[in-house]
C-alpha cells in the first residue's frame, strides 16, 4: 500500500521557503542581483538528499542518491536557460508573457536534455 513519510515533506517545507524568504529579504536589502543568486541556492535539493538518508540505506541510498543528482543536474542546467530566456523575453514581451514562455521553454528543454544525456 501507499504510504508517505511526512519527515523529508517538511524538511523540503522549510528549507524551500525559508530560501525563498531570505532571497526575498536579500533582494529587498541588497539589490535583485545579489538576492537572484540566493533564490537559486539548492534548497530542495539538499533536502530531497537529506531525506533519502532518512528513507533509504547502503547500495539503494547510492542509487537513489545517483539517479536524483543526474535528475537536478539537468533541472538545473534547463533553468540556467530558463534564466537567460527570461531575461530577454521579459524585456520583449513584458513580464508576464515573458515569464510563460521562459517557464514554456523550460518545460520543453528539461526533457530534451534528459533524453540528450540520459536516453530513455
Not at 514562455?101 to 518545460?107: C, D, R, Y
Request: aromatic share 14%; glycine share 12%.
Amino acid at each position: 500500500m501507499f504510504s508517505i513519510n511526512i519527515s523529508p515533506i517538511l524538511l523540503r517545507f522549510l528549507f524551500g521557503g525559508s530560501t525563498v524568504v531570505a532571497s526575498t529579504l536579500i533582494a529587498r536589502s541588497f539589490g535583485g542581483r545579489l538576492g537572484g543568486i540566493f533564490a537559486a541556492f539548492p534548497a530542495v535539493y539538499l533536502a530531497a538528499v537529506v531525506g533519502l538518508g532518512m528513507e533509504y540505506e547502503g547500495s539503494e541510498l547510492i542509487l537513489v542518491s545517483e539517479q536524483l543528482s543526474k535528475g537536478a543536474l539537468v533541472g538545473m542546467s534547463a533553468d540556467i536557460c530558463c534564466a537567460l530566456a527570461a531575461s530577454y523575453l521579459i524585456l520583449k514581451y513584458g513580464w508576464k508573457t515573458g515569464l510563460i514562455l521562459s517557464l514554456l521553454f523550460w518545460a520543453v528543454l528539461a526533457p530534451l536534455i534528459y533524453i540528450t544525456w540520459f536516453g530513455f
